[in-house]
């Protein structure tokens, strides 16, 4: 049994879609993290359920290893083959299959985006809110338990994945959960798989739950004069109970990099972007607490508007800022890592964390979204310095030690893959093991995704 042998034998199976070219493995073996090209042997674009089910059974008869691939944004090099064997690329399964307007819901095939998604409910007045920035797959940001900008008022992918389909490693397909917005049936295996980053079962469908556009929506810039006041800022208008659609902290460096990028002309301090959703009356009224916070922490520019390009252009920016960031250190790499803190916490770990970076020889403009407690570090090295690596690696294992210090996690929303692997036994102890039984049991043989999220014989 090996990897070569189940490549041959899918080929007769699915002829020339089974790629092994340099150029293709290429495309499946690169990724947004620090972690080096590693190429898959071979790719293939499946087109239904049962392909994927008869690909698994093969791949499971020759121990050979399978990998999915949504769009290939994750950053903790979650999509790539450690161990060789098949990546599945869901390209061409990228439909919307069903949209029931009256039940807020919709299924979809694993390679659908969030943006086409979105645009195909344009005309039934709804909206799927989850907004990690980047056009992820929508299976992806399932494996991943993806989050973004708008967690903060309308859940991570945990909440809004209603029921799934899957692929077992003996290729079993399975449904998991139904279109109830409840249930006390058993366990809930969607959740099981949603976060388990491919390593449990190939997620084929889901069934996401869906919003209604709100009736007014309203924007807001607002700068402070340090980052203590900024995520005092935060904190109070949590506690207040304002139903935020987004808040959102750029540090000092990161608003500079904004400014360049986009031509904006922000005071280069801390600055916090935020959208209020609901009635006319009620956005109004949400825009003025925020305000009134905000002037007690001495935010200036309190900025808000209704209009949709004046939003668009600053969601676009903030969207960007990853790229404005790069842009600081042209040819340079990022080494980004996020983790998430209890929000009585954030200060303490944001505020840290800028001293640790300060006294570095490196760049690291700090942003996230802090209404959840969640931030992010994108640490800038000179591609291909060791040195600089290394030390990289050193503030983001500073990061993680403080966030689970602080009774935190490791990471809000960017996942385990393999640059987060380390950090599990501290941060769940036993239940790690739990988690490793847990996939011996759903992949004894370990051919989905090995290498990522936990550690089995």
């Known amino acids: ?102 039940d807020m819901d919709c299924r979809v095939q694993p390679g659908c985006t969030r943006e086409a998604l979105n645009t195909e409910l344009r005309a039934t007045g709804l909206f799927f809110p989850v907004d990690p920035g980047a056009n992820a797959s929508l299976g992806g940001m399932a494996a991943t338990r993806a989050s973004g900008t708008t967690a903060v008022r309308y859940g991570t992918m945990r909440e809004n994945v209603l029921a799934l389909e899957v692929v077992l490693a003996d290729g079993r397909i399975v449904r998991t959960g139904s279109r109830a917005r409840k249930s006390s049936a058993g366990y809930d295996l969607t959740k099981l798989i949603v976060g388990s980053e491919g390593t449990l079962a190939i997620i084929t469908e889901l069934t996401l739950r869906l919003q209604g556009q709100p009736e007014a929506a309203a924007s807001a810039v607002c700068g402070f004069p340090d980052i203590d006041a900024a995520v005092g800022a935060v904190q109070a208008v949590m506690q207040m109970g304002v139903p935020m659609a987004r808040i959102e902290f750029l540090d000092a460096e990161c608003v500079r990099a904004v400014n360049l990028a986009d031509g904006r002309e922000m005071p280069e301090t801390p600055h916090l972007f935020l959208e ?66 209890p929000i009585s916490a954030l200060a303490q770990a944001v505020r840290e964390t800028a001293d640790d970076i300060s006294q ?66 501290d941060e769940h102890g036993d239940g790690w093991q739990l988690m490793a039984t847990i996939k ?16 089995v014989n």
């Open 360 to 425: 570095s020889v490196l760049m690291g403009p700090i942003l996230g979204h802090v209404g959840d407690g969640n931030f992010h570090a994108a640490l800038l090295i000179e591609e291909g310095s060791a040195e600089e690596l290394a030390e990289a690696k050193r503030l983001a294992h500073r990061m993680a030690e403080r966030a689970l210090r602080l009774g935190g996690t490791v990471t809000g929303e960017h996942g385990v893959g393999m640059g987060k692997l380390k950090y599990m036994q």
């Open 276 to 341: 209020f959703h609901g009635s006319e009356a009620g956005v109004a009224e949400q825009a003025e607490t925020v305000r009134d916070i905000a002037d007690e922490f001495g935010g200036s520019a309190f900025d808000w508007s209704t209009d949709h390009q004046v939003r668009a252009k600053l969601w676009h920016a903030r969207h960007n800022a990853y790229y404005s960031v790069k842009a600081l250190r042209p040819g340079c790499r990022a080494v980004t890592t996020d983790v998430c803190v």
């Open 1 to 102: 049994m090996s990897i070569q042998s189940a490549i041959a034998e899918l080929g007769k199976r699915f002829g020339d879609r089974v790629q092994t070219g340099d150029s293709v493995r290429a495309l499946h073996g690169g990724n947004e993290s620090y972690f080096d090209e590693i190429l898959p042997d071979a790719v293939i674009l499946p087109r239904s359920t049962d392909e994927v089910s008869e690909i698994v059974k093969t791949c499971a008869a020759h121990d050979c290893p399978i990998v999915a691939w949504g769009t290939g944004t994750s950053l903790e090099a979650h999509a790539l083959a450690v161990r060789g064997g098949i990546t599945l690329d869901f390209a061409e399964m990228a439909a919307v299959l069903e949209v029931n307007q009256g």
């Open 440 to 455: 011996q049991a759903m992949d004894p043989k370990g051919i989905l995704n090995p290498g990522k999220v936990v550690e």
